[in-house]
């Protein structure tokens, strides 16, 4: 296993994590342990950090993952974010976003009660909470690093200038941003800031919630639990036309007798040796395949030959719904 230092931080994690969201896809016994048995299977192959959230599930997820790393306590490294009101009231898992520093410290105390742990090694505030000033927020994560609860201080989608507002009274450790070869918005300016300050990228989705791995194709009808049946790229007419990524990818996997996926996962690598991707899963073999990203090295001239073919395509549709797009508040 390869490991990577979060920025300047003291935090090192293996350079790829495991994004565990869609872990708790099912209430169903059988179907948990066999999400326990691949978190534990990720840490027997060298996984060392697994990323939750308080809103996913709402709360199970950070049940799960705690019940999975308990007998690794001290190995691993576990983030997780606050920064939404749970609805306990059935319907949506969340009625809006808050970011008020007496509800972060509640939600940390309760999220350190369902992993089992003593101290969170990496909190993010899941999104930017406009009715809440960024510096009121790194102020309370501060606090609960005094009082041993929290190691780092994280974001998630935020822009450059409430990172750099939030690092002004709190070091930020990590921003979680979606970055992949078709969502690379965070190049126009974060990655630029973050690497001033001296703070690493987490990148989620980096598979494009699935599409990158060559296994959707305009025919694959989703589920109607599946929230990617809601996302505007992969709607099939959109699918049709960003297909062009997947051939691209395809193209250097046979020149590297590798898969798309472990192509995507390479080049994401590649590009900063401060970016962690955090690829989901709920498959032992699609662990393994993503695992073996880790020993595909990308010459310079190749780097730049995927980056360039990608810049002269066009991804069509947006990344989330309009409803979900609403929360990004950067």
Same mark, same amino acid.
């Given at each position: 296993?390869?490991y990577?230092?979060?920025?300047?931080?003291?935090l090192?994690?293996?350079? #790829?994590?495991?994004?565990?969201?869609?872990? =708790?896809?099912?209430? *169903?016994a059988?179907?948990?342990?066999?999400?326990?048995?691949?978190?534990?299977t990720?840490?027997?192959k060298?996984v060392?950090f697994f990323?939750?959230?308080?809103v996913?599930?709402?709360?199970?997820n950070?049940?799960?993952?705690g019940?999975?790393?308990?007998?690794?306590?001290g190995?691993?490294?576990?983030?997780?974010?606050?920064?939404?009101n749970? +609805?306990?009231?059935?319907?949506p898992p969340?009625?809006?976003?808050n970011?008020?520093p007496?509800?972060?410290?509640?939600?940390a105390?309760?999220?350190?009660?369902?992993?089992r742990?003593?101290?969170i090694?990496? #909190?993010?505030?899941?999104r930017?909470?406009p009715a809440?000033?960024?510096?009121?927020v790194?102020?309370?994560?501060s606090n609960?690093?005094r009082q041993?609860?929290?190691?780092?201080?994280?974001?998630?989608e935020a822009s450059?200038?409430?990172?750099r507002r939030?690092?002004?009274?709190?070091?930020?450790?990590?921003?979680?941003?979606?970055?992949?070869?078709w969502?690379r918005?965070?190049e126009?300016?974060?990655l630029a800031?973050? /690497?001033? #300050?001296?703070?690493? %990228?987490v990148?989620y989705?980096?598979l494009?919630?699935?599409?990158l791995t060559g296994?959707?194709?305009e025919?694959?009808?989703? *589920?109607?639990?599946?929230?990617?049946?809601?996302v505007p790229?992969?709607?099939? /007419?959109?699918?049709? +036309?960003?297909?062009?990524?997947?051939?691209l990818l395809?193209?250097?996997?046979?020149q590297?007798?590798?898969?798309?996926a472990q192509?995507?996962?390479?080049?994401?690598?590649?590009?900063k040796?401060?970016?962690v991707?955090i690829p989901g899963?709920r498959?032992?073999?699609?662990?393994e395949? +993503?695992?073996?990203? %880790?020993a595909?090295?990308?010459?310079?001239?190749?780097?730049?030959e995927? =980056?360039?073919?990608?810049?002269?395509? =066009?991804?069509?549709?947006?990344r989330?719904? /309009?409803?979900s797009a609403?929360l990004? +508040?950067?």
């Amino acid at each position: 296993m390869d490991y990577r230092t979060l920025g300047k931080s003291a935090l090192r994690v293996s350079a #790829l994590g495991l994004g565990c969201m869609g872990l =708790t896809g099912s209430t *169903d016994a059988g179907d948990r342990k066999a999400m326990i048995r691949l978190v534990r299977t990720a840490v027997e192959k060298g996984v060392t950090f697994f990323d939750t959230a308080e809103v996913y599930g709402p709360r199970i997820n950070e049940e799960l993952v705690g019940e999975a790393l308990e007998p690794f306590r001290g190995e691993v490294v576990i983030a997780t974010k606050f920064g939404f009101n749970i +609805n306990a009231e059935g319907g949506p898992p969340w009625t809006g976003l808050n970011s008020r520093p007496e509800h972060i410290q509640e939600v940390a105390e309760a999220s350190l009660k369902r992993l089992r742990i003593e101290t969170i090694d990496l #909190l993010y505030q899941h999104r930017v909470d406009p009715a809440v000033p960024i510096e009121e927020v790194a102020g309370a994560v501060s606090n609960l690093i005094r009082q041993g609860k929290v190691r780092h201080f994280g974001l998630s989608e935020a822009s450059s200038a409430n990172i750099r507002r939030a690092h002004a009274v709190q070091p930020v450790c990590a921003l979680q941003s979606e970055y992949s070869l078709w969502w690379r918005e965070p190049e126009q300016s974060v990655l630029a800031t973050i /690497e001033e #300050l001296g703070i690493g %990228l987490v990148a989620y989705s980096p598979l494009g919630k699935g599409f990158l791995t060559g296994t959707i194709d305009e025919h694959t009808a989703f *589920d109607s639990a599946d929230f990617r049946a809601t996302v505007p790229r992969l709607a099939p /007419e959109a699918r049709a +036309n960003n297909l062009a990524f997947v051939d691209l990818l395809k193209e250097h996997a046979r020149q590297k007798e590798a898969s798309p996926a472990q192509i995507a996962l390479a080049w994401l690598l590649a590009r900063k040796p401060w970016i962690v991707p955090i690829p989901g899963t709920r498959r032992p073999e699609r662990l393994e395949e +993503n695992l073996g990203s %880790l020993a595909i090295r990308l010459s310079a001239e190749e780097l730049s030959e995927i =980056t360039l073919a990608a810049d002269r395509l =066009t991804v069509q549709g947006d990344r989330y719904s /309009e409803g979900s797009a609403r929360l990004i +508040n950067r």
